[in-house]
């Protein structure tokens, strides 16, 4: 049984980072809103993608700006056997070749798809291919045999996150609070990353 925090305020460590992570989930197709297809965008299966290109995807979609790191922290070798599991699936959206968006698809719960990763580069924010990613994102998830398609977002996070997963059909179910390293005290992120969550490294 989790143990419930007192009211008020909790002190964070120093080379810590807090944060409200919010779950949610779908238990049925959504609807989707339909757009079209960015016409200068290509949708297309990284399968799967190398270590190098997805790190830089990675970095540049959620890493720098929101502070992700799970990923940049595991090892090559880690993350070459995660990226090459069969029920985990990773998608992007190419602009001149160039990747640019990532929606990351993992199916190894049975019967779940959790929406692990989704973001695009700062080139195709204000577009409308989140929209049309999201779509994609529906469509493959329930092509398989699931019950459950969730996602959790939080407060480092960007802040229409949340509600964009709520318009696209996604229900809070459950709010925690995370502590965890700062990825720039330990050297994982640069100190320019996240420039909306301060630093604090203690005196």
Not at 89 to 96: H, I, K, N
Request: contains cysteine; aromatic residues 8%.
């Amino acid at each position: 049984m989790t143990q419930a925090l007192a009211d008020g305020l909790h002190p964070v460590p120093p080379g810590k980072v807090a944060m409200v992570v919010t779950h949610l989930e779908m238990h049925a197709p959504a609807e989707t809103r339909p757009v079209p297809e960015p016409g200068n965008l290509s949708f297309q299966r990284l399968t799967p993608p190398g270590v190098g290109i997805y790190r830089d995807l990675f970095y540049r979609v959620d890493g720098h700006d929101w502070l992700w790191s799970s990923r940049i922290e595991l090892s090559d070798a880690d993350l070459q056997a995660l990226l090459s599991d069969t029920q985990v699936d990773v998608y992007t959206l190419l602009l001149d070749g160039t990747p640019e968006a990532l929606l990351e698809l993992d199916f190894r719960e049975e019967n779940a798809c959790e929406l692990a990763f989704f973001g695009l580069t700062k080139s195709l924010i204000g577009t409308g291919a989140g929209r049309y990613l999201m779509n994609q994102a529906i469509r493959l998830a329930w092509a398989r045999p699931i019950t459950r398609f969730h996602v959790h977002t939080c407060t480092l996070d960007s802040p229409g996150a949340l509600a964009f997963y709520q318009r696209s059909g996604f229900v809070p179910v459950r709010q925690e609070i995370e502590i965890a390293d700062d990825p720039r005290c330990t050297g994982i992120l640069p100190e320019s990353a996240g420039p909306h969550a301060p630093i604090f490294r203690g005196r």
